[in-house]
C-alpha cells in the first residue's frame, strides 16, 4: 500500500522540546490508548498493536512545528 494513504496520527507528548525517548513514547501511547478506550500491546521498541493493527512508531521533529518533537503512530 502506499505509505500517504496508511492511517497515521499524532500522540499527545506533553515535553515538546525533548527528544522522546522509547519509553516516554510507550507511555505516552499507553495514556493515548487509555484515556480514548483502545487496547495497546508494545510488540517491540518501534512498533505496537493498536485494536489488533500493527503501528510503526515514530520519534521525531513534526514537519512545520518550528522543532518540536512529537510521537507518530503510522499503520504498517
Not at 515538546?16 to 490508548?33: G, L
Request: net charge negative.
Amino acid at each position: 500500500m502506499l505509505k500517504f494513504l496508511k492511517k497515521a496520527f499524532w500522540v499527545p507528548y506533553e515535553n515538546s522540546t525533548a527528544y522522546p525517548t522509547v519509553e516516554k513514547a510507550h507511555q505516552a501511547i499507553a495514556e493515548y490508548c487509555d484515556e480514548n478506550g483502545h487496547t495497546c500491546v508494545f510488540s517491540s521498541a518501534d512498533t505496537v498493536i493498536i485494536d489488533d493493527v500493527e503501528y510503526e512508531i515514530y520519534r521525531g521533529l513534526e514537519p512545520g512545528s518550528r522543532g518540536n518533537y512529537g510521537i507518530k503512530c503510522r499503520e504498517k
